[in-house]
């Protein structure tokens, strides 16, 4: 569900995950821009001649419908592999509809779509007739484009090799011209598991209408048995096996352990994108679970299968969750709901043995890090939603969160039992106290003490955190790892290029250099470069590099960038560097201890 897309993944976000950093942080991009049974694919192109000779008889079948139907239709057809074509048909007089999902910071959500009659255009995020208009005289139709672009959250029309994956979200208008329905129409279609030959309706009655995914397939006869997987023909079959493998192990225990919990198999949809750039990957999780890896490698190493599965684990640890009801504030929203989801996954890899005790360690460990790093010295409650999402505070403060409360608790209710009862009260009564069910089990007589400092008091995440710890039997005091010391390194870059780039940021951490993706708001890194090298030290594995680079920002108030190519840049440092010189340690036998008694 949830693209991180720091990339993060994050209603429903898509999720770029914070983990593995034994990965060398590969699987991570980080924006902000101011405010993630494999069907058999024998794809002959035989059908095709036949299948475009028919879409005009429909789209007119569809037009005329919409007299008795929907006082608007939204039909999106599947042309071929490269385009889409989106029309909206109004029953009544139609001026002007704008579009729901708002083309956020310029990033060119519907910069593709062009125009296919002269009787209506499109102006920013709103369609508009050059007169009032409906079906019968006017239909605005689009070519839209399939793209490998990654956006904000879901994706309007992305590749599995000759299929396409869209979300209803990035079509979905306004009601100024009344209620809607969809008709997707495509050789085959297929949504929550099941695939429909020709023509899909999300007619007025389905309430999720507008925030569905779908897969539109080039081949009629596609079947699927057992858990319904459509895989990209690029995607290597080892990856594929892993994915199953992974999907079919995290939910048989998750069903094991969280009994009250609905569970609905949803289908996957694996892609591989090769578009030149870094490696990274985003999905989300909701009825088709998408994996998308971009310029992913064919052989993987274990350090690269072990962020798979990482990855997968938490997408389906989502399917087991009821969403918070009664939070504070969209923070710790964030916290509960993907927080949750890192906890389920890690619980369910240390259990199937993906995870060892020492790198279950280091994931708390560096999610508490990270949290430390990104927002440290601000209060929980006053991050605003851009700051909690291009932080990732959901993920890498909700890990640590759930694993220290429970784990510290003094009742003797086994971790996953504690959460189950959780969602069974959720459930039944729509709220549930969520400090008071993880530290205390929802016990009447029993007062949580780290969980409202955390979410809602005014303290510092640091100071709770600090305090936390330091009274606790779980965790020591350590110095920064190089893995800790990396993270500083990479958030002291993003703040040298928000300072030159207004305040935003694009970055891909990659094992041997760092990309800043060039953004037009900046003055100086308006290209994309690749940094190698900072104040004449290594990008990565060199502890010396770090104190450079506090160092220049101090004496000199700026940082020389050693670029791939062999040339240097020099950014503006206005705000000191601050290297934190104490994170945390957790004792993981210990925690393991309490959180499975």
């Known amino acids: 569900e949830d693209g991180i897309r720091d990339v993060a993944v994050t209603g429903l976000q898509t999720c770029a995950l914070p983990i593995s950093e034994t990965a060398f942080l590969i699987g991570m991009r980080r924006v902000v821009r101011g405010r993630k049974q494999e069907a058999e694919m024998a794809l002959g192109l035989g059908w095709k001649k036949s299948w475009l000779a028919g879409l005009a008889l429909l789209a007119g079948q569809v037009a005329a419908q919409t007299v008795s139907g929907a006082p608007l239709t939204i039909q999106i057809i599947y042309r071929d592999a490269q385009q889409l074509e989106v029309s909206y048909a109004p029953q009544q007089a139609c001026q002007r509809l704008r579009l729901s999902k708002e083309n956020r910071d310029g990033e060119g959500l519907r910069d593709g779509w062009q125009a296919l009659n002269d009787c209506a255009r499109l102006e920013g995020d709103q369609i ?128 094991e352990q969280l009994p009250s919990v609905p569970f609905r198999m949803p289908m996957i949809a694996a892609a591989s994108i090769r578009d030149g750039g870094p490696t990274y990957f985003n999905g989300n999780a909701q009825e088709i679970l998408q994996l998308a890896f971009f310029n992913w490698p064919l052989t993987m190493d274990d350090g690269g299968q072990r962020t798979i599965s990482q990855f997968v684990a938490h997408e389906f640890s989502h399917r087991f969750q009821i969403y918070p009801a009664g939070s504070a504030s969209y923070a710790e929203e964030r916290l509960i709901h993907e927080g949750g989801a890192e906890f389920l996954r890690w619980m369910t890899s240390i259990k199937t043995g993906w995870l060892s005790p020492q790198q279950a360690a280091a994931d708390v460990d560096n999610a508490l890090a990270k949290c430390l790093i990104s927002a440290g010295q601000r209060s929980l409650r006053s991050l605003s939603r851009a700051e909690v999402d291009n932080g990732r505070i959901g993920y890498v403060c909700g890990l640590p969160a759930y694993v220290y409360a429970i784990a510290g608790s003094t009742e003797i209710t086994p971790a996953l039992q504690r959460l189950d009862n959780y969602y069974r009260q959720l459930q039944q009564s729509g709220s549930a106290d969520f400090a008071t069910m993880l530290e205390c089990d929802g016990k009447a007589d029993c007062q949580p003490r780290w969980l409202p400092q955390l979410l809602r008091s005014e303290q510092t ?46 970055v891909y951490p990659q094992k041997d250099k760092i990309v800043l993706s060039g953004l037009p708001q900046c003055q100086r890194l308006r290209a994309e470069v690749s940094v190698t090298q900072i104040e004449g030290l290594p990008y990565s594995g060199d502890q010396r590099t770090l104190p450079a680079m506090v160092n220049a920002c101090r004496e000199r108030q700026e940082v020389r960038l050693g670029l791939e190519q062999g040339q240097t840049l020099t950014l503006a440092c206005r705000k000191p560097v601050e290297a934190i010189p104490q994170f945390h340690q957790a004792k993981i036998a210990e925690i393991i201890r309490q959180l499975q008694p």
Not at 155 to 164: K, M
Not at 169 to 178: F, L, Q
Not at 479 to 485: A, G, I, L, M, Y
């Open 128 to 255: 508009v007739w050059k007169q009032a208009a409906n079906a019968a005289n006017c239909v605005a139709r689009f070519a839209v484009p399939v793209t490998k672009k990654v956006y904000h959250h879901y994706q309007p029309a992305l590749p599995l090799g000759q299929a396409v994956l869209l979300h209803t979200s990035n079509y979905a208008v306004d009601h100024a011209c009344g209620d809607t329905r969809y008709v997707l129409n495509a050789p085959a279609v297929a949504t929550g598991g099941q695939a429909v030959p020709a023509q899909l309706v999300l007619d007025t009655g389905v309430k999720e209408r507008d925030s569905q995914p779908a897969l539109l397939l080039p081949d009629a006869a596609v079947r699927f048995e057992g858990t319904p997987f459509y895989a990209d023909p690029d995607v290597p079959q080892t990856t594929v096996a892993l994915i199953r493998d992974v999907a079919d192990h995290t939910v048989q225990y998750l069903r």
């Open 461 to 506: 995440i640091s100071a709770v955190w600090q305090h936390w710890l330091s009274s606790s039997a779980l965790a020591v005091s350590s110095k920064p790892t190089p893995d800790q010391q990396q993270e500083m390194l990479i958030s002291a870059i993003e703040q040298l290029m928000r300072e030159d780039c207004s305040g935003m940021r694009d």
